[in-house]
C-alpha cells in the first residue's frame, strides 16, 4: 500500500505558474506509475497527465498539452506536476494517484491522495 501527500496548491494569476508535488511512502515509489487528476466545482474528476515508473513517455489531456509537465524522482519518492500559463479553468482541486498499471493509472488509479486546491484568477 501506498500513501500520497499533495502539496504546492493554492492562488496563482492567469498567466502565472505552480508546481504541485506528491510525496509517496511507499520505499517502492517505482513499482508504481503516477498520475495526475483533477476536480473542478461541480464537475467530474478528469484525467491531467501520468507518467511511467521510471518517468519515461508522459501522456497529457488536451486541454493541458503544452502548459502542463509531469514529472518525478524516485530518489525523494515525490512526483511533480509543473503547471505553466495557468487559466481561470484550471481551477480545481488537483490529485495525485499511483497504481501499478500505466493504463490503469488514467482510469481508475489503485492509490489516491487527498488532493491540493489550486485557484487561478483572472
Known amino acids: 500500500q501506498v500513501q500520497l501527500v499533495e502539496s504546492g496548491g493554492g492562488l496563482a494569476q492567469a498567466g502565472g505558474s505552480l508546481r504541485l508535488s506528491c510525496a509517496a511512502s511507499?520505499?517502492?515509489?517505482?513499482?508504481?506509475?503516477v498520475g495526475w487528476f483533477r476536480q473542478a466545482p461541480g464537475k467530474a474528476r478528469e484525467f491531467v497527465a501520468r507518467?511511467?515508473?521510471?518517468?519515461?513517455?508522459?501522456y497529457y489531456a488536451d486541454f493541458v498539452k503544452g502548459r502542463f509537465a509531469i514529472s518525478r524522482d524516485n530518489t525523494k519518492n515525490t512526483a511533480y506536476l509543473q503547471m505553466n500559463n495557468l487559466k481561470p479553468e484550471d481551477t480545481a482541486v488537483y490529485y495525485c494517484?499511483?497504481?501499478?498499471?500505466?493504463?490503469?493509472?488514467?482510469?481508475?488509479?489503485?492509490?489516491w491522495g487527498q488532493g491540493t486546491q489550486v485557484t487561478v484568477s483572472s
Open positions: 507518467t511511467t515508473w521510471s518517468g519515461g513517455p508522459k
Open positions: 494517484a499511483a497504481d501499478p498499471s500505466l493504463v490503469k493509472v488514467t482510469t481508475a488509479p489503485l492509490y
Open positions: 511507499e520505499g517502492t515509489f517505482s513499482n508504481y506509475a
